[in-house]
C-alpha cells in the first residue's frame, strides 16, 4: 500500500472528503509525496471506542506550531474511513 493507492481508494470510497485536497495539505504543511504507509496494520479505538483495523499513514506536518512534526492517520482497512482517535 502506498500513499497515493490509500489517497485513490479512500476517495473512491468517499468522493466528498477533503482529507487529501491540495488546499487540505496545504493548510498543515503536508506533502503527499513525503507521506507514508507503515508495513503493518494496526488495531485502534476511535473516539467512540470501537476498534478498527487499520492503515497507518505517517506524515510530516511542516506548518505544525513549534516546528515540523511527525503525524499519524489512520484509516479502516475495510471501508477507508478517516478514523478519528
Known amino acids: ?6 489517497m485513490a481508494r479512500h476517495n473512491e470510497e ?4 477533503h482529507f487529501f485536497d491540495k488546499e487540505t495539505l496545504s493548510f ?6 513525503e507521506m507514508r504507509v507503515l ?3 494496526a488495531v485502534i479505538k476511535d473516539v467512540t471506542g470501537h476498534d478498527h ?4 499513514l505517517s506524515s510530516l506536518q511542516h506548518k505544525a506550531p513549534g516546528g515540523p512534526k ?4 489512520y484509516f479502516d482497512v475495510n471501508n477507508y474511513d478517516h478514523v478519528i482517535v
Not at 500500500?1 to 490509500?6: D, G, H, K, Q
Not at 498543515?28 to 509525496?33: A, C, D, I, K, Y
Not at 483495523?53 to 497507518?56: E, G, K, R
Open 70 to 73: 511527525r503525524t499519524y492517520h
Open 53 to 56: 483495523t487499520c492503515y497507518v
Open 14 to 17: 468517499h468522493p466528498h472528503s
Open 28 to 33: 498543515f504543511g503536508e506533502r503527499l509525496s
Open 1 to 6: 500500500m502506498t500513499a497515493y493507492t490509500l
Open 39 to 41: 508495513k503493518d496494520t
